[in-house]
């Protein structure tokens, strides 16, 4: 089984932080991908990474910042963290291949759900 | 503006009804197509993927495609308690492998004992 897994399951931040949120895959899947869930707002894209050292932004990059040193691990940064940056938020991954193929579906890990004070 | 939407619910139906929850996307040239049910709390879990018009059965789930009219649905038959949870619609609006994977905004489902 694809298995997904995020640093933590809930942190509590204080304005201003710096944050790093972890995540970690386990069945060498291209595709690496960071969303944040908000009640009415649904699941929104972050970042997302196909490889090693690339990175592309997705519909609400800001305040955000990536990290994908090695393939296994994508790490999401909050380099000033604010207090609308409270959310759960959600690392998923899967494999890279033809679109219309079973290779595009994810797989999600816990969720980190973060408070910023 | 690529889309998918969702009757947002909440969607009741009785133990052992068929609950039906339904899909509609903007892009035609739309290829992949999935459905996740997310439990209040819990991150969303795959349950079907679908790529070709027509039903794909899998034990009391079947998902529907029809990309001439641009809906995708999944039925679920035999409906349980244990499957009250918002289930979200999902399509790859494209058709490359970077393509992102647009997610619609849920329906929750609710089944009464």
């Known amino acids: 089984d694809v298995k997904v897994t995020q640093s933590s399951r809930y942190l509590v931040k204080r304005t201003g932080e710096k944050v790093f949120l972890e995540c970690v895959q386990d069945?060498?899947?291209?595709?690496m991908f960071w969303y944040r869930q908000d009640p009415g707002l649904g699941l929104r894209l972050i970042y997302f990474?196909?490889?090693?050292?690339?990175?592309e932004k997705g519909d609400i990059p800001e305040g955000y910042s990536v990290s994908r040193e090695k393939k296994e691990r994508f790490s999401l940064i909050l380099e000033s963290a604010s207090t609308n940056q409270t959310s759960m938020y959600l690392c998923?991954?899967?494999?890279?291949?033809?679109?219309?193929?079973?290779?595009?579906?994810?797989?999600f890990g816990p969720g980190t759900r973060l408070t910023v004070l | 503006q690529k889309e998918v939407e969702q009757n947002s619910g909440p969607l009741s139906v009785p133990e052992g009804a068929i609950a039906s929850l339904n899909c509609t996307y903007s892009?035609?040239?739309?290829?992949?197509f999935f459905w996740y049910r997310q439990y209040s709390g819990k991150s969303p879990e795959l349950i079907m993927s679908?790529?070709?018009?027509g039903d794909k059965e899998d034990g009391r789930f079947t998902a529907q495609l029809n990309k001439a009219s641009q809906y995708v649905s999944l039925l679920i038959r035999d409906s349980q308690p244990s499957d009250s949870a918002t289930y979200l619609c999902?399509?790859?609006?494209?058709?490359?492998?970077?393509?992102?994977?647009?997610f619609g905004p849920g329906t929750s489902l609710s089944v009464i004992p």
């Open positions: 999902a399509v790859i609006a494209g058709k490359t492998s970077y393509d992102k994977v647009i």
């Open positions: 990474s196909y490889d090693v050292k690339m990175k």
């Open positions: 069945m060498d899947h291209e595709n």
């Open positions: 998923a991954s899967s494999l890279l291949g033809r679109s219309g193929s079973s290779y595009n579906e994810q797989f």
């Open positions: 892009d035609r040239g739309s290829q992949s």
């Open positions: 679908i790529y070709s018009n």
